[in-house]
């Protein structure tokens, strides 16, 4: 499991911004650009594809925090490229700096952690969870 992840570990994924990743589709009176839900998330799957292969089987990871700036407005169009480094692994925390740009700018920049799971646990605890809420 975390044997394999080793500090200093870089990724990156790049997309094309779309109409779904607009800043509109969650609040009509805003810009019609690259929203920062839409980066928000790009960060989580940037860092979350570097460290899947090296997870055991039934293990996965979520988000368990995120400080973050978006210091700049992308065209919906333009491609968007981020860039995360592994910067710390503490048993089941992991550590990330990411940063992200466009054709043009450096549009974000984060520092993400994620925590390792047992899926299968993790899941039955949700739907316990779903089912009390329902009763």
Do not use: W
């Amino acid at each position: 499991m975390t044997e394999a992840l080793k500090v200093g570990m870089t990724h990156e994924l790049q997309h094309t911004t779309t109409p779904e990743m607009s800043a509109r589709r969650v609040y009509p009176h805003v810009p019609d650009v690259y929203a920062t839900r839409a980066m928000v998330g790009h960060i989580e799957e940037v860092c979350a594809d570097m460290v899947r292969p090296q997870l055991a089987e039934g293990q996965q990871t979520v988000g368990i925090g995120m400080q973050f700036k978006h210091m700049a407005a992308t065209p919906l169009g333009m491609r968007v490229r981020f860039k995360a480094k592994l910067t710390a692994v503490e048993g089941k925390k992991l550590t990330f700096e990411v940063e992200g740009f466009d054709d043009v700018d450096k549009i974000g920049e984060a520092t993400h952690q994620r925590f390792i799971i047992d899926a299968d646990k993790f899941n039955q605890r949700v739907a316990q969870k779903a089912q009390k809420a329902a009763s």
